[in-house]
């Protein structure tokens, strides 16, 4: 009695393979062979944008200052991975290279707790410049 319903499982598994290995005719096509889509050249990449720690390294050339500013880390609770200083840095010259700065004079970068919506943030200020060459 035990043996049937497995007997009747494999039969059934069985006759579900041979089903899907049912010889397969090629189909041939009245339609025209598709054309491949032109290639779109990528757009540039803009300039990578240097970050200066000190204010001594920029005397001598040339900039233009176009304002502050800020990138952030942000922790949200206590579970979460602690606000990195590194991605807050990749942010604040990621938000100079929207403003076509190419330097970042970097005033400050820390840690605080108490920010609204966040349980410790990583906070990167600086000044976006427009370096220009001699």
Request: charged letters at 20%.
């Amino acid at each position: 009695m035990r043996a049937l319903p497995i007997c009747l499982l494999a039969l059934t598994l069985s006759g579900c393979t041979l089903l899907n290995r049912s010889p397969v005719e090629p189909v041939e096509s009245t339609a025209p062979p598709v054309k491949p889509e032109p290639v779109r050249p990528k757009a540039p990449r803009p300039a990578p944008v240097k970050i200066y720690t000190k204010a001594e390294a920029l005397v001598g050339k040339p900039f233009r200052d176009l304002g502050e500013v800020t990138g952030e880390a942000c922790q949200s609770s206590s579970q979460d991975s602690p606000p990195n200083i590194a991605t807050a840095r990749k942010r604040m010259q990621i938000n100079a290279s929207k403003m076509k700065a190419n330097a970042v004079l970097q005033h400050s970068c820390e840690i605080i707790t108490g920010a609204p919506d966040c349980y410790r943030q990583a906070v990167c200020v600086g000044s976006a410049l427009k370096v220009t060459a001699q």
